[in-house]
């Protein structure tokens, strides 16, 4: 390149190009995310727990409201089983729902945070709906998939009043 003017059309023919085609992989990212998240959400609404625990990591870690850290595959199936167990025997139907307020990539690893909302209905009772904060660690896993390594919730319920 010995013109500025050569210099000029090689940012612009190729450097730009390369620049743009750079963040459709980062959309497509965050796609597969949201659709993550999205099948987590499904299985926890219709109990499916397994479908719901195959979307972690095997080191996942869990970080809830008014208890202990847990990390592992097996400590959230255990929690999961504990859960739905006690919405069968109480006769509760839970309705969870999110909404993504940011959402980025960085590399291998990306998180989301945003505001979740559970609705649950007793038998013979009032719903009753909860609200909270949420956020989520991503892992990409070695065939370009997602999986979620770590989740933080809490509820915006005062203490004392849970």
Known sequence: MKHYSDYIN???THKLKTMQTATIPQQ???????HLLAEVLNAFNT????KAID???????LMETNMPAVQGKQALR?????????????QTQSQLDFEIIELEIMGDRAYARGSVRMTT?????????????FLC?????????????????NTDTPAGFN
Not at 121 to 133: D, E, F, H, Q, Y
């Open 10 to 12: 090689y940012i612009t």
């Open 78 to 90: 255990d929690i999961f089983t504990h859960y739905f167990a006690l919405r069968k025997e109480q």
């Open 121 to 133: 209905t007793k038998k013979n009772s009032i719903p009753l709906t909860v609200t909270g904060k």
């Open 137 to 153: 660690l991503f892992k990409r896993q070695p065939g370009g998939s997602w999986l979620r390594s770590h989740i933080v919730s």
């Open 47 to 50: 109990g499916e727990f397994e």
């Open 55 to 61: 979307l972690h990591t095997e080191d996942v870690v």
């Open 28 to 34: 497509d990212d965050k796609t597969a995310i949201r």
